[in-house]
C-alpha cells in the first residue's frame, strides 16, 4: 500500500499546471507555432506606420533669437528725475512714464490682440485652415456660417501649435519659434513677428510721448511760476528725446541676435518617422501576441 501511494504522489508532481492555467512556456510555445502570424502582424503594422509617417505633411520649425531692449537713455533719464522734480509734477498734475519693460515686451509679443491683428493682416486663416478653403473659388467650402473659421480660431491654432516664446531667465535671451508645415512660411513669420512688434512698440511709445508733449505744453501755458516752469522744459526736453530715439530705433523692443532661416527640406521635426516605424512594429508584436493568447485560451485543455 505504501509503494501504491509513493506512485500516486509521483505523479501528482509530474502533472502538468492547473487545468485552464496559461504559464510562460505555454505562450513561448504558441508564439512559436504562430510565427508566421506574429510576423504578418509585425509587417502590416510597420507598413501602416511608415506609410503614415511618409504620407503625412512634414512640420518645420523656424527660430529667431531675440533679447528685450532695456530702456532707452531718455527714458532712464526722464524716470531718474522723480525724485528731484515729483513733487513739482504731481502738482501740475503731471504723469511721468516709466522706462522699457522686457515683461510687458513678452506680454505683447504672445498676446492676442498682436496675434489676432497679425493673422488678419497677413490673411492667414485661408493657409491655417487651408482644409476648409476652396482656393480656385476664393470662398470656404463650409455650408454653416458658424463653422467659417475666425480670428479667434486662428489665435487658438498659434497658441496651441504653431508659435512657442521662451526665455532663458538667466540670460534673458529670448527664443520665439514658429512650427508649419511651409518651411518659407515658418521662417517668414518668426521674422515678421518680431519686426511688427518692434513697430507696434516703438509706435505707441511715440504716440504717448507725443500727448505727453502736447500736455506739458498746456501746463506750460497755465502757469508762471518760474521753478515749475523750468521743470516742464526739462520733462520736456527728455519727452522729445523719446520721440527722436524711438523714431530712429527699428530694433526698439526687441533685438534681434539671430534671424530665422528657411530649414532645408528634410530637416522637419514631425512626424519622427523613424519613432513611428518603430511604435509601428512594436504594436504589431503586441497585437499579435494578443491573438496568440486568445487562441491559446480558447483551445481544448
Known sequence: MSAAMDVHVESQGRSGPPRGQITL??????A?????????????????????????????????????????????????MVGQLGGLASLAGLALPSGGNKDEYLQYLSSNNFTGRFIEDEMLLPVLFEDQWDASKNRWTVEAPEDVPTIADGVRMFDRSIRSVQEDRRTGIVKLTVVWTDRDLAARWANLMVERVNRDLRQRAIDEARASIKYLNEELAKTNVVELRAAIYRLLENQIKSVMLASVREQYAFKVIDQAIVPDADDFVRPKRFVMVLLGAAFGGMFGLMIVLWRLRRAPQ
Do not use: H, N, Q
Open 32 to 80: 512559436w507555432r504562430s510565427r508566421w502570424l506574429m510576423i504578418a502582424c509585425v509587417a502590416v503594422c510597420t507598413a501602416l506606420a511608415a506609410t503614415a509617417a511618409f504620407v503625412m505633411k512634414p512640420k518645420y520649425r523656424a527660430e529667431v533669437v531675440i533679447i528685450p531692449v532695456k530702456a532707452d537713455d531718455a527714458r532712464a533719464a526722464l524716470s531718474g
Open 25 to 30: 512556456d505555454s505562450v513561448l510555445a504558441a
